[in-house]
């Protein structure tokens, strides 16, 4: 008996990332674009100390909702807002793919709590590289002592730091234009 409630008190609490939700801004950016058409490929995300995978709040963990993929996060944010602009096509030959290389919420008893994610970006048409960079956003927002306040807030707050990293993304020129 002494087992089993040891086992329960010290798994800790295991809850779920809300699934990404579409930023406007980043569909219409899309959109402006011109025209174009695109796919979604692989995006890796290998658990290490800079990328957690879950992440950990407060003795809590926050996985993704996409098969337990970070990676499949972004790429699943990245084909939601191609397909609300119009641009999503699985039979284009110019592919977005990549890497998140750093992933993790910090969220103080005092203070603003922040989701810190960096992702490599990589878009080849045909095969032949035509872009690859590292973008990374550090988002800001306010914890709380209460556990019970600050843990779900930062959940909340996950697909608003991947919306400001895709929308870095999306205003970078070279990106737009490798897309084309």
């Known amino acids: 008996m002494l087992l089993f409630a040891v086992s329960i008190f010290s798994a800790g609490c295991s809850m779920m990332a809300p699934q990404y939700t579409a930023s406007l801004d980043n569909v219409q950016n899309l959109r402006d674009a011109g025209a174009y058409a695109a796919k979604v490929g692989v995006f890796e995300s290998n658990a290490d100390k800079d990328n957690a995978n879950p992440i950990s709040l407060r003795g ?19 084909k939601q807002e191609l397909s609300l602009a119009e641009k999503l096509s699985p039979n284009s030959g110019v592919e977005i793919s990549g890497a998140v290389l750093k992933n993790d919420i910090n969220i103080p008893a005092a ?3 922040t989701a810190s994610i960096e992702a490599r970006f990589i878009v080849k048409t045909g095969g032949v590289l035509r872009y690859e960079q590292i973008k990374s956003v550090r988002h800001e927002f306010p914890s709380a002592f209460a556990g019970a306040v600050a843990i779900p807030r930062a959940a909340q707050e996950y697909p608003i730091a991947v919306q ?17």
């Open 164 to 180: 400001k990293l895709l929308g870095l993304l999306y205003s970078d020129r070279a990106f737009i234009n490798s897309i084309k």
């Open 111 to 113: 203070g603003m709590g």
């Open 60 to 78: 809590s963990s926050l996985a993704s909702p996409y098969q337990n993929s970070y990676g499949n996060y972004v790429a699943e944010a990245i």
